[in-house]
């Protein structure tokens, strides 16, 4: 067991230290003056007066003995100070009537005066060493009018060499003061610091506990007193004594500061263990230090902090799950271990149809109820070695090895069925379905490549095969999948290209007055100026640019490009400012939520006229989410401009929703006016969408009108305006330009 430690003194206990040493070289100066006295009595006192060698006799010894009392407790006392200077004062006295029976006391008085007037000021404040100081002199005029002395001029000398000596021992004891005032303001700083840092500091060396901070006992739960070196081995973790014994030995072995850091666990009070940082640099070689300094920090929050965001980056923060980050690493294991043993590795990718609608409708805490439930059922679907990982959103994937093609379609279906059993949250009873795409590698082909983002593309490419097969249904990869994904990707890359080169051109074909073929507008229609195909109808990359989602931009462009030109007309030709364009939104636009924003900007950058915009909507747009299309469509008849329903008559429309819709337009669709003539029923349904028009106090404008027999028959049924290739093709804004003219030379 280790002995008693002494432990480094503190700023306090050395300014106590340096009092009580000083007091005992006085003592021992006061015990030679008076062994002087005991000499001045003996030899040069008469004969009568040498009783006086019996006090001052005791008095050396007192003096002697006082020099091993334990001063520095004394010297920790708070008055000490004016006790000292009321000691010394007294020893003026004494010394003075000393002086007044000595023959030569007007030299003995001066010259023990000073000693104890320096004597007071290594020991005493300012104001009791002027007090001492105002005493010798004092005392030293006394002495001189007892003893009649008549040599006034060195008597003079004598009195002002002690009050020059008052002064200087004052001036002395006040920058003193000052002094130890700077070091105890420092040593007050430092002890602040070290109490209220976060960290504890030790030194140790061969001999234990050099010093332990006062901070020690609040971080690691044990106050510094009980710090010993057999405490702090006890302290640590039993598992780590011998890691951290050899940092300790490093440590030491190390060069002078040499710095080294390690992670361990300490013991607290009760019991548990802290995480601590250890942070050790070495000042053996120091000689006013002479120790190891350990500086240590509980990291317990930290580490645990990091463990948890360790968590968090592989595991998914609503279900649980591996996440994407986890599961790409256990495919590449998986690769990497069956790539001598041509094993099967497989990914099932699972995405939930229609679960945006149950965040939409029920919220997105349902919708994470939702999931939850569905992640447990999954989970308790699939093999215990199977890894079960959320991507993100509603799309979870299933790593599973050695499992032929029949095992992978049985566990798509199992896991099918589990995701149809209805969830109940709350009071809603919630059905599911999913769409999987089954992909599978076989490891040991490309034992050189790692064919982890391979796998799981092409799962994510069966997943989408099995949403465009209809949804709820597992679905194989192909490698025709891969072609028609490079060519999609072709395809998009064209069209941006195509996009940035401005290669897509805006054509306009007029509608016109049915009963006197005026035209009145005209229908803005984009047709692409390939560089290498020539000239290229919507039919041959409408399509693309929807399912890529650049119908967005390319809308937007032909959008500004239209109302740029009609504002042109407007300004530039006379009588044209009654004209209308017709421009058609797409689902993609309909749905952004910029959309009104692109049409405000390009009404306010174009300066046309709000009303002689007519946007477009087809009929089946209009139908997949009544009351947002009613919201949206509200919202852009506020702009101004006014809208139509494309294509009416191929959709499922009723009275009661198209009476919500702030409808100007009617359109109807070619397919009903090709056959006006000679079928009945689309002359009949014709008739009623006019009708219908009529009733709601609409326009209608018949579309692909070839034949002047279908513009007459239209014309008598009411219908209001026509547009086709019995009037015009879809032309250059130049040939618009010229027909505008000629309308108003015309007139």
Known sequence: MQGPVKRWANFESREHGHLARQIRHNLWIFTALTAMGLVRVAFDWPAETRWALVPLGLSMLVLAAATRLPLEKLAARPQIRPMLAGVYIATLVAHALFSVADPHGTVMF????????????????????????????????????????HDNYLNLSLLIIMAVVTV???????????????????????????????DAILAVN????????????????HESGELTMDALTAMIHPDEKERVAGFLGELIAGPPRHTGRIESRSRNRDGGYLDVEVIGTNHLHDPLIGAVILTIRDVSTQKALRGELDRQAISDPLTGLPNRALLRDRIGTAVRRHTRTAGRVSLLLI??????????????????????????????????????????????????????????????????????????????????????????????????????????RDADLAMYAAKKAGRDRAVSYEDSMFAAAVAEA?????????????????????????????????????????????????????????????????????????????????????????????????????????????????????????????????????MEDVDAT???????????????????????????????????????????????????????????????????????????????????LLTGLGCTYGQGYLFAKPVGADVITSMLHDMATAS
């Open 110 to 149: 001066p010259a023990g005066a000073l000693a104890i007037m320096v004597a007071a000021a290594t020991t005493c404040g300012v104001r009791d060493g002027l007090w001492v100081g105002a005493t010798a002199v004092t005392g030293f005029l006394t002495v001189l009018a007892l003893d009649g002395a």
């Open 168 to 198: 200087l021992c004052a001036i002395t004891t006040h920058n003193r003061q000052l002094q130890q005032e700077q070091r105890d303001e420092v040593g007050y700083r430092t002890a602040a610091l070290l109490e209220n840092g976060s």
């Open 206 to 221: 061969s001999d234990g506990v050099g010093y332990v901070s006062s901070s020690s006992g609040r971080v690691l739960g």
């Open 351 to 456: 995405d939930l149809d229609d679960f945006k609608k149950v965040n939409d409708t029920l919220g997105h805490l349902t919708g994470d109820e939702f999931l939850l439930a569905q992640a447990r059922r999954m989970a308790a679907t699939v093999r215990p070695g199977d890894t079960l990982a959320r991507l993100g959103g509603d799309e979870f994937a299933v790593l599973v090895e050695d499992l032929d093609e029949i095992g992978l379609h049985s566990l798509a279906q199992r896991l099918l069925a589990a995701v149809h059993e209805p969830v109940r949250i709350g009071s809603n009873v919630l059905g599911g379905s999913a769409s999987i795409g089954i992909a599978t590698v076989k490891a040991g082909e490309s034992s050189d490549i790692d064919l982890t983002d391979e796998l799981i």
């Open 490 to 622: 072709e395809a998009r890359s064209e069209l941006e290209r195509a996009l940035d080169r401005n290669e897509f051109v805006v054509f306009y074909q007029p509608i016109v007055d049915l009963p006197s073929g005026r035209p009145i507008g005209v229908e803005a229609l984009v047709r692409w100026q390939h560089p290498e195909r020539g000239l290229l109808g919507p039919n041959e990359f409408i399509a693309h640019a929807e399912r890529t989602g650049l119908i967005v931009p390319l809308g937007a462009g032909v959008l500004r490009v239209a109302c740029q030109e009609m504002a042109r007309w407007h300004r530039e030709i006379p009588g044209a400012d009654t004209m209308r364009v017709s421009v058609n939104l797409s689902a993609r636009q309909f749905q952004e939520p910029n959309l009104l924003d692109t049409v405000r900007d390009v009404l306010t950058e174009t300066g046309i006229a709000p009303e002689t915009v007519v946007l477009e909507i087809t009929e089946s747009m209009l």
């Open 630 to 712: 009613v919201v949206v469509l509200h919202r852009l008849r506020e702009l101004g401009v006014r809208l139509a329903i494309d294509d009416f008559g191929t959709g499922y429309s009723s009275l009661s929703y198209l009476s919500r819709f702030p409808i100007d337009i009617l359109k109807i669709d070619k397919a009903f006016v090709d056959g006006i003539t000679a079928n009945r029923e689309d002359a009949a349904l014709a008739e009623a969408v006019v009708g219908l028009g009529k009733a709601l106090r609409l326009q209608t404008v018949a579309e692909g009108i070839e034949q002047p027999d279908q513009q007459a």
